[in-house]
């Protein structure tokens, strides 16, 4: 890709987490994964770029896992 070209764009994905355990699967991996990012910024041994690179990643993982829990909040109030 050059300079000049548009990065590529990903488009919602639509996941069906009616089954506790895809849901416990996927939750548990976003929040181990969020730990391990947040574990490898506070070791200290990586660049300042490297860090503040694991502590955004963490945050974002987290925020998925927050936004997963909204959207199954926002579908059970509309589900009544």
Known sequence: MNSRQAPARFEPVVLDLADPDDYGVLIEALESYAAQLQN???????TADERMFFRTSAARAKDMVEKIHDQLEANRAIAG
């Not at 490898?40 to 990586?46: L, V």
């Open 40 to 46: 490898s910024a506070d070791n200290g041994r990586d």
